[in-house]
């Protein structure tokens, strides 16, 4: 299936010379998002995945139905003052600025196979962020699960120590 089909592209959002790939559309038509999360599942099977992560907040609309649909567990990675306990936190920049993350500390156990799912890798400083406190938690991370790739900002050179899917890839 060609996912660009289904994904709106808005121009000069959040500022100007920024072209926004919107899963909002994909999202609204059910069949083609059941499809997509059904690809997800299949690599976060493929991987036997204990566990699934996500960071705030595209990566819960695309986490949580793949965690749902393997009957397991998924963990929310936040933005700073956003979960109620103890946490570990890590700085990570965007495309367009920087930002912190957290994770509740007791929510990733030494030994679990993680898949990390986001709707867009970009340049992978949200993901390299999410992998260092899982990993620090004491997390295997198997697998990177994504909608979209923007392949021109070169995320995926950060992270190639971990097996990547994305279903579409913007060049």
């Not at 493929?46 to 819960?60: L, N, S």
């Not at 509740?104 to 030494?110: A, E, Y």
Request: aromatic share 8%; glycine share 10%; charged share 25%.
């Amino acid at each position: 299936m060609n996912y660009k089909d289904y994904i709106t592209i808005v121009e000069d959002w959040p500022q100007e010379g920024i072209r926004f790939k919107d899963i909002t559309t994909l999202m609204q038509n059910g069949p083609v998002y059941k499809k997509a999360i059904g690809e997800l599942v299949t690599f976060a099977q493929e991987k036997q995945a204990d566990v699934i992560v996500g960071p705030e907040a595209r990566g819960f609309v695309v986490g949580c139905p793949v965690a749902t649909a393997l009957e397991i567990g998924f963990v929310p990675v936040r933005k700073k003052g956003k979960l109620p306990r103890e946490v570990i936190s890590c700085e990570y920049g965007l495309e367009y600025g920087k930002d912190c993350l957290t994770i509740h500390k007791d929510s990733i156990h030494p030994g679990q196979r993680v898949i990390i799912t986001d709707d867009l890798l970009a340049t992978g400083g949200t993901i390299e962020a999410t992998i260092q406190m899982v990993e620090e938690l004491g997390g295997e991370v198997v697998g990177l699960a994504f909608l979209i790739e923007l392949a021109y900002l070169n995320g995926r050179n950060k992270l190639t120590r971990y097996d990547i899917f994305s279903l579409t890839t913007y060049q």
